[in-house]
């Protein structure tokens, strides 16, 4: 298959690059290295593969043209490419809709007229559901907990956009959705929640989990934006590639479909109070926050996603659980420790 991946050196497009790869497609990576880190995985691409296994397009999401010329004659188009800091969206808004909103209609209208009727997948967030305010929220001693959702967060939860971010990214989710019913594209929406691993380049406004293991491996300052009883359910990056393989296999079922996607009740834990000692466990020493801050705008005290509509429509289910994804990421951080300083 031909596969085009947008933002491909990123985190998550770089491990689905190398798992397409492997599955023997052929891969075009179109991203334009802005984010932190993001050259660093396209060497690793290139190292470990060989510049002969892929091709790469220095590009941008904003130029039309550019998308259009790099989506021709593709068979599969996964849309990663983002700007993803709420805090960024925020202080520089314009950018941001450019980026998220105007960049994804891009990639819609040249998949459009690609002319292979491609399979569109778009990673979409959990931001789309706002803050969750009317919510009842219960605080317990290590967390908050959502008595009205034990399973978590189901697709049927009305969308809330908070944040520009949220207004962005939503803005995309909702496009990408109805290119299905006016076009008929066969577009995915993964409506995704915390994702972690290997090859995450994570700062303090993006990819926490990340942050937090590299600070800690590092010996930088950790900052705890709210109470630390906030929870996320935290969704392996292979678990996620593996999402994205199995929603193209089942492409007849998925096309049209929304899908929330996270670790689930079970891999769900609070952002410090209950992370915070897992990790010091597994670096083997006491990592203390250096502050606590205000909440940042839109940050929902629990968000667990509800799983269980991929589970019974294309047979996906996280298969890595929190504690063994953490202490991969632990290894893959002191493996890697020149990336971080």
């Known amino acids: ?122 990673s979409s967030t959990n931001k789309v559901y706002g803050g969750m305010e009317d919510a009842r929220a219960i605080e317990l001693a290590t967390r908050y907990e959502l008595p009205d959702y034990p399973q978590g967060v189901g697709e049927d939860r009305p969308l809330d956009f908070h944040s520009p971010y949220g207004c962005s990214k939503g803005a995309a989710d909702q496009y990408v959705r109805d290119y299905f019913r006016i076009y008929g594209l066969r577009s995915v929406v993964f409506r995704q929640s915390c994702i972690y691993g290997q090859r995450q380049m994570g700062v303090e406004d993006q990819g926490w989990v990340a942050w937090f293991v590299i600070a800690a491996v590092t010996g930088k300052p950790i900052t705890i934006y709210g109470d630390g009883k906030q929870v996320r359910d935290l969704l392996h990056v292979d678990d996620l590639v593996r999402a994205f393989q199995m929603a193209t296999a089942r492409i007849d079922v998925t096309k049209g479909r929304i899908y929330n996607l996270g670790g689930g009740p079970a891999n769900a834990l609070s952002i410090w109070a209950e992370f915070g000692p897992l990790l010091s466990e597994l670096v083997g020493y006491q990592v203390v926050p250096a502050a606590f801050r205000d909440w940042r705008p839109g940050d929902q005290p629990v968000f667990i996603a509800d799983v269980r509509k991929a589970a019974a429509e294309f047979g996906w289910a996280p298969r890595i659980g929190a504690r063994e994804g953490i202490a991969r990421l632990v290894e893959w951080v002191r493996a890697n420790r020149g990336l971080f300083e």
């Open 1 to 122: 298959m031909r596969i085009l991946i947008t933002g491909g050196a990123g985190f998550i497009g770089c491990n689905l690059a190398a798992a397409s790869i492997e599955a023997g497609h052929q891969v075009t990576l179109f991203d334009n290295l802005s984010r932190r880190g993001s050259a660093a995985n396209l060497a690793w691409l290139r190292e470990k593969y060989g510049s002969e296994a892929f091709a790469f397009i220095l590009g941008d999401i904003r130029d039309y043209p550019a998308v259009l010329r790099a989506a021709e004659g593709q068979e599969a188009i996964y849309h990663l490419a983002a700007q993803t800091a709420v805090t960024t969206s925020v202080t520089d808004p314009r950018t941001d809709f450019e980026i998220n909103a105007l960049g994804t209609f891009n990639v819609l209208e040249a998949a459009r007229h690609a002319g292979h009727d491609p399979v569109f997948i778009y």
